[in-house]
Structure formats: structure tokens, C-alpha cells
């Protein structure tokens, strides 16, 4: 077989591995040793035999017990020490059905390549009469890691700036509204939700399809003349969606061409270096989250001070190459969706876990990768915008709920612009804000403000309608962290799709101190659960934001369809107020002056941390940033503070009061929401 290097120089001399690597799969299913190994035997041609006709079948959730690709079977099978590598190995090659598609060699005789060495291994061991410990097993996945870097980083990197890798943009453009079959083009997993959402999709009227991009790309629009941005210097807008939206992305296209933008559309990573908790790109459906759940930190494999080293200086040396393509990259539209069952995830002994030091050094790795990126494509230049839609998993009202969700994100800019205004107003009067919750909910929090120091000219609260985060209905802040303190609760809230019961954080001086959930009976559980997916492996983090949001509609749309356990965190931080822990919605463009459309600059962009950023080189951000809202129902009182003691209320009892605001309380006194609130 060619040497493992030769794949990464592309064309034939990729194919011809992929070609010798597909006989080698047939020879390891013809393998008869591990005699007194059957699981060993089982595991390899089980895994060479998926490996040759890949496929989701092999990862649903109703074959995942004794699926290769959960560890907790693995490690059952094999042992520990040779479980949790094997496994690994397994789930790399969920990518093969994609990168088929794609007929992209590279990617397809990497994975491949990586399983032959394992087996090889064994191979070797075997005709000795022995196995090979797990660290050797490590090791080979370790130096294979290493070894293909360079082109993984390169690709990733390139495909999303690149206009040129236009994969999706072929599809998309050549999709026959007459016959979705054209999704399985994409080589994604597909369910039926998919194949519905698609039909779904195709048989809009025209007008209600542009009504769905122009209010995506207006948004997108607009967040560059609002932040004062220049446009026109950029070349390249990417687009994340969803696979089933392509008429919706078609119309986005010719929008974003129109402003002088070219699609720059790429798949989900699929690689362990480059792949995330969350799916970043276009995507189908998630074939089994708990798998995804069980590997999201296959990292512990190979994360060392060797690899984060390698890997910033490979980045660096790619957007170097790639430059010019990254300048004129104007940043991501997103269409996100929401309807998908709740996940509340099973936590496995079995399945890797970063250790403390390595927690340390993903937070570290994030810091650079950012910090590069913010580089070569600098955040004062670039802009964003997203926007969601529900999938039909959302229930029988799916056509409902779908329309409904087109009105709500197209409401009237001016009259929320103008209501929030009125809170604004009333909020700048105190020294800090004071949040209480009603009921069961002991959140009581207080929230330093940034002082005005020219209110006639000055601001701390942003103003935020329909342009980056759609749809319309927040105001903002970046609380000054000292005298910020007090208890967050909220009894469930879902956060990236997971699922968190009676959520308590402590806050002193802005900082996380004390924190805790009810999702699992053991304590540490859930502090673990905590520290993985809310402080991200940072030993706290500080509140970056506190937002009150103003969409009643929303909130009322949820309650009549009983759906607030799918809302994603775009249309749910605009139901309540929110408490956003990491960096602040301004990390990276502090020096941006940022105006309300009352023309008075927003001077609340930085903290006593991102300050640090001036003086201390070392300085990192948090490279996070997780909204925690509290719905209407469970809210008691929003009230502002002055420095002498006086009160200004913003909400009382679940309803707005301040003097204009009187219309966003007409949502919330509509019988399904008196249900809760009254």
C-alpha cells in the first residue's frame, strides 16, 4: 500500500489509496486470527464491513446498544483500555457516507487510513499471541492525528472563505422543486422530518418564499449599516442551513449577489480536530444525539501542549496562505431550526472526558484559534445574521407554527424600535437593575450599569430590532461586573439543544461562584454537566450580558402551541429577560463606536475584563457566550435603581409598565398565556 503522506497530495495518487485501501478493508473481513479474541474479530470486521458500504444504519438509536460506536459497548467488549481508542476509531468513520458524496479522496482514504493502522497494529500483535495495550492503540491514532493536520486545517479553513468549493451551491442552484430527492445528493443522514420539511418547503407560493429571504438577507444588511460597517469591501457571505431550505437559500443567494456577495457554503466538520458540540454548516438531521453527546470529547484522545502548539501554527500558516480570500469574507447568515425533541443526555463513565489540564488547554486553544481568526478576518469589518424556522418533528401545528414564525420574524421594525426606546429610557435612571423572580423561582439578581457620563449623548442599553438576531424584541448591555450579584434560576431551560432542570447559578462581583442543576440524582453529575456545557472547561466565567427581552409575540406563539421546549435561543432570549455568562455580545469590536438609532453612542461595549485586553498581552477571551432566559411566567419584577435609592419599574407582575410600552402586554394577556402568568 502507498505511503500514508501520498493521499494528501491529491488527485489519482488519492484515488489509488482510496482504491488500495477499499482491498485492504476486504482483507481485514477475511481475517481468521484474534482466535481467542471474538470480540477483537467482531469489532474489526463489523467495523471494515460499515466501513465498505457506509451508511446511518449502523448508528440509529434502536442499534446503538450494540453498536461499536457507543463506547460503553466498546469498553464492555473489549475493556477500557482498549474500548474508548476503538470506539473512537468507529465514530471517525460516520464521515465516509459525506465525503462520498463529495468524491472528496482526501478526507475518504484518511479515515480509511487511520483504520488500517489500527488494524495493523493488531495484526502485528496478533501473530505474537497478544494484544496491544491501549496506550500503543493511542499512540498510532495520536501520530495519525498529527500527521494529516496540515490538510484538514487547510480545508476547513479554505472551504469557508472559498466560493470556488461549491458543493451545496450546485445543489442548491440545480434542485428540481418537483422532486426532493435532490437532498440525498448531500450524502447527510435524512429522516422523513427532512423529506417533509422539503415537500413543505417546495409548495410555498413565491411571495411568502421571499417574504422568508429578503427578511434574512435585509438582516444581514442592515447589521453592517447599524454597527457601521463597510459592505461594499467584501466579497463572500456564508450561509449555514439546514438541508430542506434550499429554495429559501436560492432566493438568499440571488439576494446576497445583489450586494455583491458571493456564497461560500461548506458541510458540517466531520473530523475529531476540526469537529464541534454543535453542527457548523449545512447539515441534515442528527442520525443519534447521544452518540454525538458520547464522542463530543474524543479531544482527550490526543490534546496535548505537542498538538495545541501544532495546530496554532498550522492555522496561522493557512490563513497566511488563504488571505486574501479571508479579507473580503463578510461573515455568516445562518438559518437555524427548532422542533426537534428535547435531548436530556445519558453521562457515560465510558466515553473520554478532558482532563483539568486539557480543560485548560481547550480553553487556551479556542483563545488562539480566535484570536487568529479576528486576524485575518477582522471582526470590525464583519457582521452576521440568523434566523430560524421549526422543523416538522415541532408536531401537528407544523404548518401553523411555521407560518407564524414567518409573521413573527418580519414584525414592524419602527414599533419595537420605538417601544424599546421607552425602556431604555427608564432603565439609564438607575445605578443598577434589580430582577426578581415570582413564585417557585428565587432568582434575584442585581446588575451594575455602565455609567453615563453624557447621557444626552450616551447610552448602555443597545436597542437591538430585526437585523443580526431575528426576530426583532431585546435591549442589551454589558453589566459592569463589580456589585453585579445575587441567584439565577430557572426551573428548565434548554441550552444547544440540551436540557437543564432547576438551573441555579451565583453570581458575586460578575463572576459564576456557585453553581448547580436537578438533572441527575448525583450531584457531581451535574456539576460535570455544568462545567462541560455551560462553563465550557472554564473554572467560571463572568456575566457578559443582561438582556430584557421584548417579544411578546413569541412568547404567546409558545404558549398557545405549548412548544417553549423547543424554542432555540434566538426567538427565546427575546421571552423574558436573559443572562448571558462568557464574553460579551461585543467581544472583539470594543473599539467599534456602536450607535442606537436615537443617534447616542452605546458606551457600555467592554467590562473590567475585556479591558485587560489594553494592557495585559496574554489577555484571551472566553471564546463563549450561553443566553439563560427567564420566561414571562416565572418573572416577578424588572426595576431600575438610582444611586439615592429610587425606583423605576420596567415590569411588575409578568407585564411591562412602562409609560408606552403598553402594546407588547396585549400578547401576554391573551387566554393561553393567562394560563401561567395571571
Not at 450586494?259 to 442520525?287: E, Q, S, W
Not at 432568582?443 to 443597545?462: A, I, Y
Amino acid at each position: 500500500m502507498q505511503d500514508s503522506h501520498e493521499y494528501l497530495k491529491g488527485g489519482s495518487r488519492s484515488r489509488d489509496f482510496y482504491e488500495a485501501a477499499m482491498e485492504g478493508l476486504k482483507k481485514v473481513q477475511g481475517y481468521n486470527g484474534f482466535k481467542e479474541n471474538a470480540n477483537i474479530e467482531r469489532y474489526f470486521k463489523d467495523t471494515a464491513a460499515f466501513a465498505l458500504s457506509p451508511g446511518y444504519e449502523y448508528a440509529l438509536p434502536e442499534h446503538y446498544d450494540t453498536s461499536w460506536l457507543n463506547p460503553q459497548y466498546c469498553v464492555k467488549c473489549t475493556g477500557e483500555d482498549l474500548g474508548r481508542p476503538l470506539s473512537f476509531v468507529a465514530y471517525e468513520l460516520m464521515g465516509l457516507m459525506a465525503f462520498k458524496a463529495e468524491d472528496r479522496y482526501e478526507d475518504l482514504d484518511i479515515l480509511l487510513d487511520l483504520f488500517l493502522k489500527v488494524f495493523r497494529l493488531f495484526e502485528e500483535r496478533d501473530k505474537a499471541g497478544e494484544l496491544p495495550t491501549g496506550e500503543e492503540v493511542r499512540k498510532v491514532i495520536y501520530e495519525h492525528i498529527l500527521e494529516t493536520l496540515e490538510y484538514v486545517l487547510d480545508r476547513r479553513i479554505r472551504e469557508s472563505i472559498d466560493p470556488s468549493c461549491d458543493f451545496a451551491v450546485r445543489i442548491i442552484t440545480s434542485a428540481d422543486p418537483g422532486d426532493v430527492s435532490y437532498i440525498e445528493r448531500y450524502g447527510e443522514y435524512v429522516s422523513k422530518d427532512t423529506v417533509r420539511l422539503a415537500e413543505y418547503i417546495n409548495s410555498l407560493d413565491e411571495g411568502l418564499i421571499a417574504k422568508m429571504a429578503d427578511t434574512f438577507t435585509e438582516g444581514y444588511r442592515l447589521g453592517f449599516i447599524n454597527t457601521g460597517k463597510d459592505l461594499s469591501i467584501k466579497k463572500t457571505v456564508n450561509i449555514r442551513y439546514h438541508i430542506g431550505f434550499e429554495r429559501v437559500v436560492k432566493r438568499a443567494v440571488q439576494n446576497f449577489e445583489k450586494l455583491g456577495l458571493k456564497p461560500v457554503i461548506y458541510r458540517r466538520a466531520l473530523h475529531a480536530p476540526v469537529r464541534g458540540a454543535v453542527y457548523t454548516g449545512f447539515y441534515g438531521d442528527a442520525v443519534n444525539r447521544q452518540m454525538d453527546f458520547d464522542h463530543k470529547e474524543d479531544m482527550a484522545l490526543f490534546l496535548d501542549e505537542e498538538y495545541v502548539a501544532r495546530r496554532i501554527k498550522l492555522a496561522e500558516s493557512t490563513y497566511e496562505k488563504y488571505k486574501e480570500l479571508a479579507r473580503v469574507h463578510a461573515g455568516p447568515a445562518v438559518i437555524d431550526t427548532f422542533g426537534e425533541e428535547p435531548f436530556l443526555p445519558e453521562s457515560k463513565a465510558e466515553a473520554y472526558s478532558l482532563s483539568p489540564e486539557q480543560g485548560e488547554l481547550k480553553v487556551r486553544l479556542a483563545g488562539q484559534l480566535g484570536s487568529l481568526t479576528n486576524k485575518y478576518i477582522p471582526g470590525e469589518e464583519r457582521s452576521f445574521t440568523i434566523i430560524a424556522f421549526p422543523l416538522p418533528s415541532i408536531g401537528k401545528d407544523f404548518e401553523a407554527i411555521f407560518k407564524e414564525t414567518v409573521e413573527l420574524n418580519a414584525l414592524d421594525y419602527n414599533k419595537y424600535r420605538d417601544i424599546q426606546q421607552r425602556i431604555i429610557c427608564t432603565l439609564e435612571k438607575g445605578d443598577y437593575v434589580e430582577i426578581r423572580g415570582r413564585g417557585d423561582n428565587p432568582t434575584d439578581m442585581r446588575v451594575s450599569l455602565c455609567p453615563l457620563k453624557e447621557p444626552e449623548k450616551q447610552t448602555n442599553f443597545e436597542n437591538c430590532v430585526a437585523d443580526v438576531n431575528i426576530p426583532v424584541g431585546e435591549v442589551f448591555t454589558s453589566p459592569v461586573l463589580k456589585g453585579t450579584e445575587g441567584t439565577l434560576y430557572v426551573s428548565e431551560v434548554y441550552l444547544e439543544g440540551l436540557k437543564f432542570e432547576k438551573l441555579k447559578l451565583k453570581f458575586k462581583d460578575g463572576f459564576i461562584t456557585e453553581y448547580s442543576c436537578g438533572n441527575f440524582d448525583d450531584e457531581e453529575k451535574n456539576r460535570k454537566y455544568i462545567e462541560d456545557n455551560i462553563l465550557f472547561h472554564h473554572k467560571t466565567l463572568p456575566l457578559g450580558e443582561f438582556a430584557i427581552g421584548t417579544n411578546t409575540t413569541a412568547y404567546a406563539m409558545a404558549k398557545k402551541y405549548r412548544i417553549f421546549q423547543y424554542l432555540p435561543i434566538l426567538i427565546a432570549e427575546k421571552t423574558g429577560p436573559h443572562f448571558a455568562v462568557g464574553d460579551t455580545c461585543y467581544s472583539r469590536a470594543e473599539d467599534i463606536k456602536v450607535y442606537n438609532p436615537d443617534g447616542r453612542e452605546i458606551i457600555s461595549r467592554d467590562n473590567e475584563e475585556t479591558l485587560k485586553r489594553l494592557t495585559d498581552k496574554d489577555f484571551r477571551y472566553y471564546e463563549c457566550h450561553t443566553d439563560i432566559t427567564i420566561p414571562y411566567d416565572e418573572l416577578g419584577s424588572i426595576t431600575a435603581v438610582s444611586k439615592n435609592g429610587e425606583r423605576f419599574p420596567v415590569i411588575e407582575n409578568g407585564r411591562f409598565v412602562v409609560e408606552g410600552t403598553e402594546a407588547l402586554n396585549e400578547d401576554l394577556n391573551g387566554s393561553e398565556c393567562n394560563i401561567l402568568i395571571d
